[in-house]
């Protein structure tokens, strides 16, 4: 390329023409902006391509708001660019920034107030290099100064370049704005995480239970919210939910945190020792009562009560602990002595009360005494995303018990959290310590896991058709072939998208392993020399 062109772009285009090119390419960078350094530099880098603008820089505002740095340049070196900072008042840059001004120097050499600071321009030039530098506004207060260099002759408009520079030096500035906008909401949305994970952690911490989900923030939201008061908590869940622990985290989070928490499974006992638990007895009540023994409600005064298994609760007892719910006052076996207490009862069931006092097994007037703030724990399957939470507790905790340090794979966590759990944190709990103890490896795969976890669900009932049909004639032995081919067919393309891995293949089949290697075996299946 010759001098002139250097100098003066040969192109058929005007310079209107070339200008709205290169801002029609300017647009295209922002509107797929990504990474706003990288965005800057090729903004710049079309200065150069299209409009033959050299050594175009963009200054902005430091962090301090003291001094203006090169934050992107092109046909600059990253030394000439880490070279380009300047005090707010200095140079030329400093005076387009501090009057929010355009300033053109027609020629650099002659120019006192620039000082060529990068060392990018030759001191010695047969040709005048013009300097072009505008400001750059955000709401009229200036941020930085976008600046290029002109090689000088007949054909250059540095007042085009000027008005062409100032609306671009608009859109920068629009773009600038944007991403510090972004900035702001990412680092709001970030904190947000943060203090949204501090609280669920300081929940975890606070009432020592796992739980995330939104049905265990449920949970908690009601721990919080019932635990300051007096009323009656009555828990209700399947067997294995964690009632006891939510009890706890109740007393906890109450004014009698300081006091004595006692608890006492109501089906654990006979009906004659169960009132002698709670409520005590003197010295030869009965037939073996040789001292005096206070119960469990005199343990608890000033404190909280749990009555696990409140349903097996039989129906004399019932009556007694409603008196004392009622008039919080009751005598020991074998005592004409009233003894008053002060106590808050926590009632736990995992069954249905209300099937209980239709069938006349519960008292009517008791369940309501106990239905004050009833709070439902969901059941391990209904909290899916709980288990690796869990999985990973129960694994630190057995491993620690047992001086082991053993990890798991993908797919068996992946079998854990698929499973329904019927015994609920209380089966998971077991069944990792198991594990642990059982495991000559130090990784829990998918096939340590009981053959519970493999069998097939059972599908629920359907309901029973108003008249019996026709029974159908069994299928002609030319469709059952085709039925097999495509059983068949399913198994082996199963078995190809997982590279043979039956334990994969068998899981998007719905079968267990043993079921998809009895169907290999019934289909002669030959892995393929290919599959590792």
Known sequence: MNADNCIFPASRFTTEALEVKALHRIVKLIDSAVHLDSVLSAILKVLHDTLRMERATL????????????RASYGLTVEEERRGVYRLDEGVCGKVFSSASPFIVPDVSSEPLFLNRTGARPMYSKTKIAFIGVPV??????????????????????????????????????????????????????QENISLKAQLHERHRKHRIIGHCKAMQEVFWSIERVAPSQATVLLLGDSGTGKEMAAQAIHEASPRRDRPFIKINCAALPEALLESELFG?????????????????????????????????????????????????????????TIKVDVRIIAATNVSLEQAVAAGSFRNDLYYRLNVVPIVLPSLKERRDDIPLLVDYFLKQSNQRNKKSLRMSRDFLDAMTAYDWPGNVRELQNVVERLVILSADDMLRL???????????????????????????????????????MERAQVEEALLRHGWVQARAARELGLTQRQIGYKIQKFRLQRPDFSV
């Open 59 to 70: 200054a902005l505002l430091d962090e301090g708001g003291e001094r203006l740095a090169i």
């Open 137 to 190: 506004l955000l709401g009229e207060k200036p941020v930085g100064v976008l600046s290029v260099d002109r090689l000088f002759g007949m054909e250059v408009s540095l007042e085009e370049d000027v008005r062409f520079l100032t609306v671009l030096a608009t859109l920068i500035a629009q773009f600038l704005s944007l991403n510090q906008a972004i900035r702001r909401d990412r680092q709001q949305l970030v």
């Open 281 to 337: 007895h003197e010295k030869g009540a009965f037939t073996g009562a040789g001292g005096t023994r206070i119960g469990r409600f005199e343990m608890a005064d000033k404190g909280s009560l749990f009555l696990d298994e409140i349903g097996e609760m039989p129906l004399l007892l019932q009556s007694k602990l409603l008196r004392v719910l009622q008039e919080q006052q009751f005598e020991r076996l074998g005592s004409n002595r």
């Open 447 to 485: 096939e340590d896991l009981p053959d519970c976890f493999f069998a097939p669900k059972k599908a629920a009932a359907a309901p029973a058709p108003q008249a019996a049909p026709a029974q159908q004639p069994p299928a002609p032995p030319q469709q059952r072939r085709k039925l097999e081919d």
